[in-house]
Structures are given as structure tokens and as C-alpha cells.
């Protein structure tokens, strides 16, 4: 049997036995069904995302139609990752030098195809005009709450990521649902929202205000809202920085693999957020990974589908393939020596790709 054929008779159970609703309460219909589709299907199997899919990969860049995964799977990935770094300044190129009509345009397409679209923001440090990564002053999300004196500028910039994510719209007008996942990577420290750059207090006051003002002030209801946090050991650490179930519906985290203990920390990341999701009626998911594939060729099913395969998660996300850098490729690309490893990945029951999620509707 085709894995989306299993998975549709898991979506009927799902639909007789409880109606779970965004955060939103405005939530746009096909937003209500990606979410209730998405937590249904967690139970059944594992997307796989890629970072930046559509737009560029080793040795090519804006190609329409291509993808590192489907050159060397035959499919694409099922989730694809978007990034909106500089967005906030007004520019036409991203962080990662990417033409924001281009996002605009290869996800429309992405969610026509019937892909789960989901965007990152590293937006600029609007106290000290410096990266996201700046992380010289712990002032800065204070700053941006209300009374601050970065403030106005940082409204500005969620006017003009309102502004973009309002432009989402398929040629009919539909808005196209989108998991948002902005504030990331918070436990650790090398954002300027990260965990010793200001308290829990003002980054769940920083997720409010942003929550509160794309859905209430700019009537945005296409999001669902994902909160990503790096490492963590326990529980208790994982929802220190949680914002709130009425503005949260994923539950993730990032954690890459950076020698030994991975797998343990991984399994233990994966058990205790897929509880969590369980118990709160989120989604689950790893937002972002990645392994030394070149070296480990193995690792997408030694390493990752091993220790995921026991938890219930909506997708596993591999970070971006740069254009000109083969060593920093978190996917594999056509000739990879991870290539036949990732193939059984592909293939495994547990794995789902754009060809298993596709008859699903997932937006109906
Ligand atoms: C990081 C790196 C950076 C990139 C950023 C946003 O993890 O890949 O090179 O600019 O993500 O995509």
C-alpha cells in the first residue's frame, strides 16, 4: 500500500474524533484544516523538510522545477523552509541573497503542489543595528516592548513582515497557510533574543506583542505559530520561555549534530516535546537539523529515522544547501556519497515526502 493511502484512513478516524482549532481563533478554514490535518498525521509519519528547497542548491541557483532531495530521490521534500532575514530593512534581497518575490512566487507554487510551508526570520538587531547574531547589549528586547526606545522601529519592522505575509495569496485570492517560527534557537545565547540576552518575561512579552499585532492589528489568519527552541534537558527548561498556548501551535526545537551524544540528546529533545504536544494538542516537530553526511554516510537512517522513528512528529527539517559550498549541504545533492543511505531513508514507511502528503488534501 502507498503511505498516503494508510495515512488517509488515519485522517477520517481523526475527523470523527475531536475538532482541535489554532490558537487563532480567526484562523483561516484551510489554516484550521492544515492544523488539524497536521496533528493527525503526526501519529502516522514523519515529513521530511528542506531549508531554502526551491530556490537554490549546490551548483544552482533560481531553477525552476529543481530541488537537491528530488534529484536524488525522485520527490520532493515535504516541507519547505523559507527565511526572511532583511525583510525588516525594506530590501528586495534576503540574508541569504534570495529575492523576497521569488520566496513569494516558488511558495505559492509549493502550496498549489500541495507542500506544508514554514519561514524563519533572523531579523537584524533593531537596538544596535547589528545581525541577528549581535549580541552585544542585553537591552535589546526590552527596547522593543512598549515604552522602549526601539519600539516604533521594531513596529516597523512587523509592519513590513505583515506587509509580505499578507502578500501570500494564490492567484484565487486564497490566503496561503504558513507555520511562522521567528524568535528561534531562544536556550541558547547567540541571538539577540536568546536566553541570557533578556528575561523569560520579556521574551514571551516580545511573542505576544508580535502574535497580538499580525493577527489582531493587521488581521493576519494564515499562521500557525511555532515556537523552536535549540538544546534543552528537561521539561521544565523547555517551557520556561513558552509564550502560551493561546499564541503556540508547534511545539519544536533545532538541535544539530555536533558529535558524539547526539543521538541521545536528540531522543531525549524528541520525547519530551512530542509529550508535550500530546498533552497541549500541538504539533511536534525538529525545526531544524543536521548531520556530517559526508563523512557519515549512513546518518539519515543509522543516526536520524533510528532515533526519531518512536516519537510522533509532524516533520524533521534540514537546514539550507549553500549554492557554492558542498561541505556545508545539510541535504544531499545529485552525487552525494549519502545518496544510496538517503534513498532508504525515502523509503522507509515511517518517511513522507511531497508524493505521500499530496493526496492528502492537507489544506482541505
Ligand atoms: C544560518 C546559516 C546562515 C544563514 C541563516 C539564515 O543557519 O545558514 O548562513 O544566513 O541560517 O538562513
Redesign the pocket.
Known sequence: MRKGIAFAAVLMVFAACGRPHPADPGATRETVKLYRNLLALQSGGMMFGH??ALLYGYGWFYEEGRSDVKEVCGDYPAVCGW?L?HLELGDSLS??SVRFDKIRSLLTEAFLRGNVNTI?W?LRNPLTGGSAWDVTSAETVRSLLPGGEKHSLFMDYLDKLAGFLLSLRTPGGTFIPVVFRPYHEHTGSWFWWGRNLCTADDYMALWRLTVTYLRETRGIHHLLYAYSTDRFTTREEYLERYPGDDLIDMVAFDLYDRGPGFPETLGNCAAIVSQIAKEKKKIAAVSETGGPIARQTDWWTAVLLKTLEPFDLSWVLV??N?HNNPAAAFAPFKGHPSTADFLLFHDHPETLFLKDIAPLKLYR
Open positions: 531549508q531554502d527565511e532575514g540574508l541569504d524563519s533572523h537546514w539550507r549553500p
